[in-house]
């Protein structure tokens, strides 16, 4: 009994390896086939007969297809599902997503071709890293889809849209008339451009000289065979003609690339000077504009200057002009004495005989100072010296009886 535990335990921990070391692989596998393809693309154009992309579609088909649960009939069977089957469904909320676009092509019809041609699309519109990252924030359907332990479930995922992204930097070119997307079984992955032996650093001998004595002790043992070696040489120019033109094609693709980064140089070139050009003209419009703003400036100070003195005179002229208007109005008032003079004259003039004062009222100044001189005729000193001429008995008339108070200067 406890044997089988120990051997059920066995075949778990293995199986658990197994399945670390195929995610591990997958990741690993497809970070290489991004390299290749981004160094690939510097030197030609990225279709569908590239190996390079032959192989990446390959190794995310494995592992969108990683553990990737079934799905059940009506008769209660279960049949292989797809991962078309998890993308439109995942994917759905995309914005300008294509599912509605891969579904409605007529030439491609299984769900593994919709699934391939999908990629394709996606890689065409450099939005697969953001298809993949929109279907993993959807745990629910993705726990739903796939089974425990997948790649699509783990943390690895997340590396595997992070990834992705550098793909946005390809432009690829696809044809989806559906001849190479239908297959019943996914492609295989190609593992010989991604296996590199290193030698240990303690190793005595190196790889050539350890090639080259394993070749001399089999030359030993057999006898040398004239065609062989003939087939080998002329192998080995193929090989090196093969190798000479593949370097004359990038060779020629980097002279181009140089013309045309060269011809970007000089349109930059020529737009920067464009552009300092137009800043120096700016500078001076705006050193132009500040000195005119300047001279307005004090133009403005010397006009505001001159109006204060110019204020400043009015206010002095106008004091001088009050002054004299006062002066002259004190000049031309009359002295007391002729004003104690014009009061008698008024009084005589509004006394009657009836010893009443009558409320006579002058039509106008001008008649007022008619009586007024003709009472001061009255009063000159001839006619003052007849009137104390008089008899002592003689006396005013109506004796007893005084002018009004009012009619009496303030004076007197």
Not at 348 to 358: R, S, Y
Request: net charge negative; glycine share 4%.
């Amino acid at each position: 009994m406890a044997s089988l535990g120990g051997l059920h335990l066995i075949r778990k921990r293995a199986a658990s390896r197994s399945a670390t070391v195929e995610r591990r692989n997958l990741l690993m596998v497809c970070r290489f086939s991004v390299k290749t393809l981004l160094d690939r693309a510097c030197f030609e154009t990225i279709d569908d007969s590239s190996p390079e992309f032959i192989n990446f579609i390959s190794i995310l088909e494995h592992i969108l297809s990683h553990r990737l649960k079934g799905q059940t009939t009506w008769f209660g069977y279960e049949s292989p599902r797809s991962f078309w089957d998890y993308i439109k469904t995942a994917c759905s909320k995309v914005p300008h997503n294509c599912v509605r676009s891969i579904e409605s092509m007529e030439n491609v019809r299984s769900s593994r071709a919709k699934g391939r041609a999908w990629i394709r699309v996606a890689l065409m519109e450099k939005r697969l890293s953001e298809y993949i990252s929109s279907a993993l924030r959807d745990f629910k359907t993705t726990r739903r889809v796939y089974e425990d332990g997948a790649i699509m479930l783990g943390e690895e995922a997340g590396l595997l849209a992070d990834t992705l992204i550098g793909l946005n930097t390809i432009d690829f070119s696809f044809c989806l008339k559906g001849e190479g997307l239908d297959g019943s079984c996914p492609s295989v992955i190609d593992y010989t451009p991604y296996l590199k032996f290193t030698q240990n650093a303690d190793s005595i001998s190196s790889d050539e000289e350890e090639m080259r004595t394993l070749g001399s002790s089999g030359s030993e043992s057999s006898t040398p065979d004239k065609m062989a070696t003939a087939a080998s040489i002329f192998t080995e120019q193929s090989n090196l003609v093969s190798k000479c033109k593949r370097f004359e094609q990038k060779y020629h693709m980097a002279l181009e690339q140089k013309g045309y980064l060269e011809e970007l140089v000089r349109l930059r070139e020529a737009q920067l000077s464009e552009v300092v050009s137009e800043n120096k003209a700016l500078q001076q419009s705006l050193a132009d504009t500040h000195l005119s703003h300047a001279l307005e400036k004090e133009q403005l100070e010397y006009i505001i200057l001159e109006l204060q003195d110019q204020l400043t005179v009015l206010k002095n002229n106008d004091l001088r002009s009050r002054q004299e208007l006062t002066a002259h109005l004190t000049n031309q008032w009359p002295s007391p004495d002729a004003l104690d003079v014009n009061a008698v004259a008024l009084d005589t003039l509004l006394w009657k005989d009836t010893g009443q004062w009558d409320d006579k009222s002058f039509q106008s100044l001008e008649q007022l100072s008619a009586d007024m001189s003709l009472s001061q005729t009255s009063l000159e000193p001839s006619h003052t010296l007849s009137l104390e001429a008089r008899p002592p008995g003689t006396h005013w008339p109506h004796q007893g009886t005084s002018p009004p108070k009012h009619l009496c200067p303030p004076w007197t």
